[in-house]
């Protein structure tokens, strides 16, 4: 446990005072997803009230941090995540972070990233323990509902307990726009700008909606179970299909015209959600070819080849379904009529043809087809149309990536703290009048083809701020712009704080001696700026693909 103080260097170190957080801890055995995130801090908050009046215990809060914090304590920059992002801001924004010419220049500023309630990556939310007893098991459903202000409050704490003394700069897009602005209501004296990204001044009823469609894409999941699900079954059918409508508001419908068109994708990319199941059933058959996924064989017959069409893209566990049941229908021996209804046999033995919604086509709606059989699946001579395009693909590959990286409780949590953000309540009679009441220097970025937070909405917040400026990314890509278009978002950004920062900004940046490098642009250890704050803008190489942001090093297009 470290001590209160000031290090040799003069910087503060943090304090563990008994009110706030009196330990850390690297790991959570309980919560798998917490380990995704490298290099992160978890403090443990002994007691927080949060807004709803519940008190939680032994509050997990995770974080990471880069760069030094000077003597003073106010060179902080805080960096706020969006809906499913982590703490981990070199995976989302990493171009921005690095050296002289960056937004996030870990020379000049203490850039920290604290991990929201309700999310899988570490602090406090249905996959950690209750209470922090583990003997308790995990919150799950019953994770109470936390707000936009709770984060805020519990965030300051952290850094409260790092010695930060005065914020220089909040700066999130999104949901990561809304704790910008609520930031904000901490008042000029302790925050001195804020950059508020492709976000709102309350959610929208547009905003809600989709919300609400996405839980009730999890809650039509039969293994959701109320939320008392087992983390070795979880239900990632229905939380797959809320990130793919999730993905259709991130989006333009231009960006997808463009990228994907008609096209269709290359048989060797698609992506199933449940692959792995599949393949477990496939190694656990007696007969492995038997058992492949249903793409990877000739359909037996015309129906099986139309219930494939119908069903593609159904997660159906048992791959090998409609060939067990036509094998099943074939050992039987029976004959005669298709469709559902009973003969006077099967009536007798309590027997009834299986429904093929569930359970596949059996042998017998293609017994007697003669000639028909032979014909196209269609159910002619001519060649079927594509029923599978690369905007499927691309929409199954993001969800299948999504479900091994996010909680269904989780996703449910973090929506409903979407639905309560307001600015003006229980605050001001209008939102107008609570914008007013920010008195930062404010920098609003916006984007005109953004339909969940419109430009509109941007517009709404540069009016009524008084100290506001509004810029505009040119993009086509939709909401997701702010984390694809790296070098507009790092040069608008970097601009104002030369601005609204210059004792920051023209300062020689402090030594380096943490491990804040990002990729070999960045300045590299020990060293620091000496150009005074002038640097050209420049932004980092994507390197990878990101985790829990949106930019791809792969060219989607081929999906």
Same mark, same amino acid.
């Not at 706030?20 to 959570?28: N, T």
């Not at 709770?150 to 790092?162: C, F």
């Not at 609400?212 to 797959?240: C, H, M, N």
């Given at each position: 446990?470290?001590?209160?103080?000031?290090?040799?260097?003069?910087?503060?170190?943090?304090?563990?005072?008994?009110?706030?957080?009196?330990?850390?801890?690297?790991?959570?055995?309980?919560?798998?997803?917490?380990?995704?995130?490298?290099?992160?801090?978890?403090?443990?908050?002994?007691?927080?009230?949060?807004?709803?009046?519940?008190?939680?215990?032994?509050?997990?809060?995770?974080?990471?941090?880069?760069?030094?914090?000077?003597?003073?304590?106010?060179?902080?920059?805080?960096?706020?995540?969006?809906?499913?992002?982590?703490?981990?801001? !070199?995976?989302?924004?990493?171009?921005?972070?690095?050296?002289?010419?960056?937004?996030?220049?870990?020379?000049?500023?203490?850039?920290?990233?604290?991990? !929201?309630?309700?999310?899988?990556?570490?602090?406090?939310?249905?996959?950690?323990?209750?209470?922090?007893?583990?003997?308790?098991?995990?919150?799950?459903?019953?994770?109470?509902?936390?707000?936009?202000?709770?984060?805020?409050?519990?965030?300051?704490m952290v850094l409260d307990d790092l010695g930060v003394k005065q914020v220089a700069a909040v700066i999130g897009g999104s949901l990561g726009g809304m704790f910008v602005l609520e930031w904000a209501y901490l008042g000029a004296d302790y925050v001195r700008c804020v950059v508020p990204i492709a976000t709102s001044s309350r959610h929208?009823?547009?905003?809600?909606?989709?919300?609400?469609?996405?839980?009730?894409?999890?809650?039509?999941?039969?293994?959701?179970?109320?939320?008392?699900?087992?983390?070795?079954?979880?239900?990632?059918?229905?939380?797959?299909?809320?990130?793919?409508?999730?993905?259709?508001?991130?989006?333009?419908?231009?960006?997808?015209?463009?990228?994907?068109?008609?096209?269709?994708?290359?048989?060797?990319?698609?992506?199933?959600?449940?692959?792995?199941?599949?393949?477990?059933?496939?190694?656990?058959?007696?007969?492995?070819?038997?058992?492949?996924?249903?793409?990877?064989?000739?359909?037996?017959?015309?129906?099986?080849?139309?219930?494939?069409?119908?069903?593609?893209?159904?997660?159906?566990?048992?791959?090998?379904?409609?060939?067990?049941?036509?094998?099943?229908?074939?050992? !039987?021996?029976?004959?005669?009529?298709?469709?559902?209804?009973?003969?006077?046999?099967?009536?007798?033995?309590?027997?009834?043809?299986?429904?093929?919604?569930?359970?596949?086509?059996?042998?017998?709606?293609?017994?007697?087809?003669?000639?028909?059989?032979?014909?196209?699946?269609?159910?002619?001579?001519?060649?079927?149309?594509?029923?599978?395009?690369?905007?499927?693909?691309?929409?199954?590959?993001?969800?299948?990536?999504?479900?091994?990286?996010?909680?269904?409780?989780?996703?449910?949590?973090?929506?409903?703290?979407?639905?309560?953000?307001?600015?003006?309540?229980?605050?001001?009679?209008?939102?107008?009048?609570?914008?007013?009441?920010?008195?930062?220097?404010?920098?609003?970025?916006?984007?005109?083809?953004?339909?969940?937070?419109?430009?509109?909405?941007?517009?709404?917040?540069?009016?009524?701020?008084?100290?506001?400026?509004?810029?505009?990314?040119? !993009?086509?890509?939709?909401?997701?712009?702010?984390?694809?278009?790296?070098?507009?978002?790092?040069?608008?950004?970097?601009?104002?704080?030369?601005?609204?920062?210059?004792?920051?900004?023209?300062?020689?940046?402090?030594?380096?001696?943490?491990?804040?490098?990002?990729?070999?642009?960045?300045?590299?250890?020990?060293?620091?700026?000496?150009?005074?704050?002038?640097?050209?803008?420049?932004?980092?190489?994507?390197?990878?693909?990101?985790?829990?942001?949106?930019?791809?090093?792969d060219d989607i297009t081929a999906w």
């Amino acid at each position: 446990m470290a001590s209160d103080g000031v290090a040799a260097n003069g910087t503060p170190q943090p304090h563990y005072a008994a009110e706030y957080l009196q330990e850390r801890i690297s790991a959570q055995p309980e919560n798998p997803f917490a380990s995704l995130i490298p290099d992160q801090q978890i403090a443990i908050v002994p007691a927080f009230d949060l807004e709803s009046g519940v008190t939680l215990r032994n509050v997990p809060v995770a974080y990471t941090t880069r760069g030094t914090l000077n003597a003073a304590g106010d060179n902080a920059m805080v960096i706020c995540h969006a809906l499913t992002g982590s703490a981990d801001v !070199s995976d989302w924004w990493g171009p921005l972070l690095g050296g002289p010419g960056r937004a996030f220049d870990v020379s000049r500023f203490f850039v920290i990233c604290v991990n !929201s309630l309700g999310s899988p990556y570490g602090s406090a939310s249905p996959v950690t323990a209750k209470d922090g007893d583990a003997g308790r098991g995990r919150y799950g459903p019953e994770f109470p509902l936390t707000t936009i202000r709770d984060d805020v409050r519990l965030h300051k704490m952290v850094l409260d307990d790092l010695g930060v003394k005065q914020v220089a700069a909040v700066i999130g897009g999104s949901l990561g726009g809304m704790f910008v602005l609520e930031w904000a209501y901490l008042g000029a004296d302790y925050v001195r700008c804020v950059v508020p990204i492709a976000t709102s001044s309350r959610h929208s009823a547009w905003g809600i909606s989709w919300g609400e469609a996405q839980r009730q894409s999890i809650y039509a999941d039969p293994k959701y179970e109320d939320g008392y699900y087992p983390f070795d079954d979880p239900p990632v059918t229905g939380l797959g299909a809320a990130r793919m409508s999730a993905l259709l508001t991130y989006r333009s419908r231009n960006s997808f015209e463009a990228r994907f068109g008609r096209n269709i994708p290359d048989p060797k990319r698609q992506q199933l959600i449940l692959e792995r199941e599949r393949a477990h059933a496939a190694t656990s058959s007696a007969s492995l070819s038997s058992a492949l996924a249903p793409h990877t064989l000739p359909p037996a017959s015309p129906s099986e080849g139309h219930f494939r069409i119908h069903n593609d893209g159904h997660r159906i566990k048992e791959a090998n379904r409609f060939r067990a049941t036509s094998a099943a229908s074939s050992a !039987s021996g029976s004959g005669g009529g298709g469709g559902g209804g009973k003969t006077e046999g099967n009536e007798s033995s309590g027997a009834a043809t299986p429904d093929p919604q569930f359970h596949g086509p059996s042998a017998v709606d293609d017994a007697g087809a003669g000639a028909g059989a032979k014909e196209s699946l269609t159910g002619g001579s001519a060649p079927p149309t594509s029923t599978y395009f690369s905007a499927q693909s691309y929409l199954r590959y993001q969800a299948t990536k999504f479900v091994k990286r996010f909680d269904s409780n989780c996703y449910i949590a973090m929506t409903r703290k979407l639905d309560t953000h307001d600015v003006s309540r229980s605050r001001a009679d209008s939102v107008a009048e609570a914008l007013a009441l920010i008195k930062q220097p404010t920098l609003v970025l916006g984007i005109e083809s953004d339909g969940l937070f419109t430009f509109a909405e941007q517009q709404e917040l540069a009016e009524h701020i008084p100290d506001c400026r509004l810029e505009r990314i040119d !993009s086509p890509e939709g909401h997701d712009a702010f984390l694809l278009q790296f070098e507009q978002v790092n040069r608008y950004i970097l601009a104002f704080l030369r601005e609204v920062l210059p004792d920051i900004m023209n300062r020689p940046g402090l030594a380096r001696t943490d491990e804040g490098a990002v990729d070999g642009a960045d300045v590299a250890n020990g060293a620091q700026s000496t150009s005074g704050g002038n640097e050209a803008s420049s932004v980092g190489k994507l390197t990878k693909s990101s985790t829990f942001g949106e930019a791809e090093v792969d060219d989607i297009t081929a999906w």
